[in-house]
C-alpha cells in the first residue's frame, strides 16, 4: 500500500461528525458518556445486572439495555435517575460555545 491515508480533526463530539443537528448531538454525547460511567460503577461494585437493576429501580431487561449500550432507549432523567439510586450523583457544566 503506497497510498497515504488522509485523515481528519474531529471536534469533541463523535455525534457532531457524523452531521447531527447540535442540539441532538450533545444529547447523544451525554447519554452515552453518562450510560459508560454507569457501567463501570457497576463492574466496579462487582454486582449483577440483576443486583444492579434492583438498586437502580429498573427491570433487568432494561438494565441489560444499558450495560449493552442502547442508550436510545433512555432519556438523560432516566440515567440520571439510575445513576442517582446507584449511589452517585451527576454534575452538568455548562459553557457558551465559541
Known sequence: MTEKLKSIVG??????????PE????????????????RKAI?????????AAKLAGITQPR?????KGRTEKFTLDALVN???NLGYSVQ???KKTA
Open 23 to 38: 442540539a441532538e448531538a450533545q444529547n447523544l454525547l451525554l447519554r452515552a458518556e453518562l450510560s459508560l460511567h454507569i
Open 11 to 20: 471536534s469533541d463530539n463523535v455525534f457532531r461528525d457524523l452531521g447531527f
Open 43 to 51: 463492574e466496579k461494585m462487582g454486582i449483577t445486572q440483576a443486583e
Open 63 to 67: 438494565m441489560n439495555d444499558l450495560v
Open 82 to 84: 439510575v445513576a442517582a
Open 92 to 94: 452538568v457544566k455548562f
